[in-house]
C-alpha cells in the first residue's frame, strides 16, 4: 500500500520558495532597487526640475528648481502627453487631452511615488507591479507607432520586469517584504503582498 504524504500549504510563501538559489535573488533584488530608484528618480526630477528631463527648456539650457517644478505650478505631464506623443498616434487627442489636467499630475506624481517607494523597499509589490505595468503599458501607447520595433519597447520590457518581480517576491531579498508578508494586514489581504 502506498501512503501519500501532504505538506500542509505554508502559511506565509517567502522567496527563497521560489528561488532557491541565493545569487538569483541578488540579481531580482538588484534589479528591484534599480526599478525602484529609477521611479523614485523620475518623481523628484518632476517636483523639483533637477535637469535631467524636466527644466530643460527647447534650447537645451537647464533651469533647476525653476518654473517647470511641479512645487513651483509646473505640470509634471505636460511635456511628454502635448509634445512627446507622435502626430501619427491613434491615441494622441486622448493622451493631449490629458496633459496638464490636474487628476492626471497627481495621479502620476503619486504612481511614481508609490511605485518607487514600493519597489525599493520590497513592499507592496504586488500593487506596484499592477501600477507600474499600467503606468509603462499608457506611456507605451502614447509611444505608437513605435521606431524599432512594432510592439515591444523598453515600456513592454519595464511592464513585463516589475510584473516577474512580483511574482517571485523580489521584495524578500534586500528588502522587507518578508517581514510585510507577515503583519497581520498582508495575511488578511494578500493582494498588498
Known amino acids: 500500500m502506498t501512503t501519500i504524504q501532504r505538506h500542509p500549504k505554508l502559511d ?3 522567496e527563497h520558495d521560489l528561488v532557491t538559489h541565493s545569487m538569483a535573488r541578488r540579481a531580482l533584488a538588484v534589479l528591484r532597487v534599480a526599478f ?3 521611479f523614485l528618480w523620475a518623481f523628484f526630477d518632476k517636483l523639483f526640475a533637477l535637469g535631467f528631463h524636466t527644466g530643460v527648456n527647447a534650447q537645451g539650457v537647464t533651469d533647476r528648481f525653476g518654473p517647470a517644478a511641479w512645487i513651483h505650478g509646473g505640470s509634471p505631464t505636460t ?3 502635448k509634445n512627446g506623443v507622435p502626430e501619427n498616434n491613434p491615441f494622441q487627442g486622448f493622451f493631449n487631452g490629458m496633459a496638464g489636467q ?3 499630475d497627481w495621479l502620476f506624481m503619486a504612481g511614481l511615488l ?3 517607494l514600493a519597489l ?3 513592499i507592496g509589490m504586488r500593487i506596484a507591479a499592477a501600477t ?3 503606468l509603462y503599458a499608457l506611456m507605451w501607447a502614447a509611444s ?3 521606431e524599432n520595433n512594432p510592439v515591444i519597447d523598453d515600456h513592454m520590457l519595464g511592464a513585463i520586469s516589475v510584473v516577474v518581480l512580483a511574482a517571485l517576491l523580489a521584495g524578500d531579498t534586500w528588502g522587507f517584504g518578508q517581514m510585510w508578508a507577515k503583519t497581520g494586514l498582508v495575511r488578511r489581504y494578500r493582494f498588498l503582498r
Open 79 to 81: 511635456g511628454f502627453l
Open 144 to 146: 505608437l507607432p513605435l
Open 132 to 134: 507600474g505595468a499600467l
Open 12 to 14: 506565509v510563501l517567502v
Open 102 to 104: 490636474a487628476w492626471a
Open 120 to 122: 525599493t523597499l520590497g
Open 36 to 38: 525602484g530608484l529609477t
Open 114 to 116: 508609490g511605485i518607487g
